[in-house]
């Protein structure tokens, strides 16, 4: 007898980048040489001092329940960083610290969320954002922001989007999958539509901050528009900076009461982010951030690398991230071409399905991010690998019909 469901699951879709670990990682098994370019996190080891922290804090007993928002430690380390990094101003008890940024996006919305109510997210997204919302009962409402508009939400197509059910907008810059990022005069766009709009909240995913190119500058709403720090509620944590996805540390900074309301949550569910990571976290807060720009620096040289050697491939069209660390390229052109096997190509997923049955390279599909023909390929993978891969996808495209 199989498991009853709770509809709001059975409807859940997997998590499109963690469905692809699953199948790469089942076809290497296989023995299959699968290039994977689906890999979202940083394929850099997290800094030795850091890890250092953690075995200190092991040998020095950090190894029970922490407060649920945090250690204080911790939390005071994140109000510097958001004054020292953002010149944003916060004390400790308006910072919650949970399992990875994802955990506390997802709490956040589980505190504000009543069913009829509608988050706007513009599209290409983040690919958890719209299944979060719909978990949590409420309508997201997607809006489209074409590369000719360099992926980006424009002042009136928010304008437009906003109702009277509208409880949050989701902005993320630099933005995964495109690598876009806001300027601060397209900042200041949004803003002055969000300050004629007093019941909008902002939720600024800021997880890539420290990963700009070609001299851009991570700009959050707040740092224009002071004002609406009474409905923001900055999202960051320490996975793609400081190369730590495993030890799953995000936190959330804004208002007392939504504060307190997702602590609450985690109280109920995870207790408290571990002690262990909460410890090695403060050490990369706190330490030296030369690595975090060194990072940044070789991600930057892949990126060049990539848009060179995928720039050129019959059918793509690429153009390269300002930030974050995957490009967006335009499969346009190969929509409508018939595979040596004789598939015609009618979608990106087609697309991506060819080119790892065909040439064992893995990418994920722009329909998966909400904005179509497109295929998301992520830099923080080795050179040779970006060498080898580009070669693959470019024999593949060159042996369409
Ligand atoms: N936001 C965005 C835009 C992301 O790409 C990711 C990770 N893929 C997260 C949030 C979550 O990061 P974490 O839970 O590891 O902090």
Known sequence: MSVKLASRVAELKPSASIAAKKKVTELQA?????????????????????????????????????????????????????????????????????????????????????????????????????????????????????????????????EKAITPKTRWLILNSPNNPTGAVYTREEMFELTTVLARHPHVWILTDDIYEHLMYDGHQHVNPLQVDEKLAARTLIINGLSKAYAMTGWRIGYAAGPKDLVDAIAKLLGQST?????????????????????????????????????????????????????????????EGLIGRKTPAGK??????????????????????????????????????????????CARIRRACEALR
Request: hydrophobic residues 45%; aromatic residues 8%; glycine residues 8%.
């Open 30 to 158: 296989a023995g299959r040489q699968i290039i994977d370019f689906t890999i979202g996190e940083p394929d850099l080891d997290t800094p030795a001092h850091i890890i250092d922290a953690a075995v200190v804090a092991m040998r020095n007993g950090d190894t029970h329940y922490t407060a649920t928002a945090g250690t204080p430690a911790l939390r005071q380390a994140i109000c510097a960083k958001l004054r020292r990094e953002n010149g944003l101003v916060y004390t400790p008890d308006q910072i919650v610290v949970g399992c990875g940024a994802k955990q506390l996006i997802f709490e956040a919305f589980a505190a504000t969320l009543d069913s009829g109510n509608e988050v706007v997210i513009p599209a290409p997204y983040w690919v958890s954002y719209p299944d979060m919302v719909a978990l949590n009962g409420a309508k997201p409402v997607i809006i489209k922001c074409p590369e000719s508009r360099g992926f980006k939400l424009k002042p009136d197509d928010l």
């Open 271 to 331: 207790t408290c982010a571990s002690s262990v990571s909460q410890a090695a976290a403060v050490a990369a807060l706190d330490g030296d951030q030369s690595l975090v720009r060194q990072a940044a620096t070789l991600y930057q040289s892949r990126r060049d690398r990539m848009v060179e050697l995928l720039d050129g491939i019959p059918g793509l069209r690429v153009r390269a991230a300002d930030g974050a660390f995957y490009l967006y390229p335009s499969v």
């Open 344 to 389: 015609i190509l009618e979608t990106d997923l087609d697309v991506s399905l060819y080119l790892l049955d065909e040439a064992n390279v893995a990418v994920l599909d722009g329909a998966a991010y909400g904005l179509s023909p497109y295929l998301r390929l992520s830099f923080a993978i080795s050179s040779p690998a970006i060498e080898e891969g």
